[in-house]
């Protein structure tokens, strides 16, 4: 039969440890917040940028303004460079598995 002591002693040491599991959890519950709160930036972000080309590549004003002036060529790269930019840290976000 265990002493006082060291029953004592053992419901301490598994106090402390109930103690860093919940101190271990807020911190997750923290971290988890924080990663839906950037997968949801770049959701956002990359339909922002999928919109844009997309805009670019039918038929639209800025689309027409852009060919007339010459520089729709250029304008569409860089929508599409962006988008593609965006697609990738949205792939590369854990929340998704990236």
């Known amino acids: 039969m265990k002493s006082l002591d060291e029953r004592l002693t053992e419901v301490r040491e598994?106090?402390?440890y109930k103690?860093?599991?919940?101190?271990d959890l807020q911190q997750?519950?923290?971290?988890?917040a924080a990663e839906r709160e950037k997968y949801a930036n770049l959701n956002k972000q990359l339909?922002?940028?999928?919109?844009?080309?997309?805009?670019?590549?039918g038929l639209s004003l800025t689309g027409l303004f852009l060919t007339i002036?010459?520089?729709?060529?250029?304008q569409l790269e860089k929508e599409r460079q962006e988008y593609l930019a965006?697609?990738?840290r949205f792939d590369e976000c854990p929340m998704i598995g990236g």
């Open 28 to 32: 997750i519950k923290v971290s988890l």
């Open 86 to 88: 965006a697609r990738l």
């Open 69 to 74: 002036l010459g520089s729709k060529k250029a």
């Open 14 to 16: 598994k106090m402390r």
């Open 19 to 23: 103690q860093k599991l919940e101190k």
């Open 47 to 57: 339909l922002k940028e999928g919109r844009d080309v997309k805009k670019l590549e």
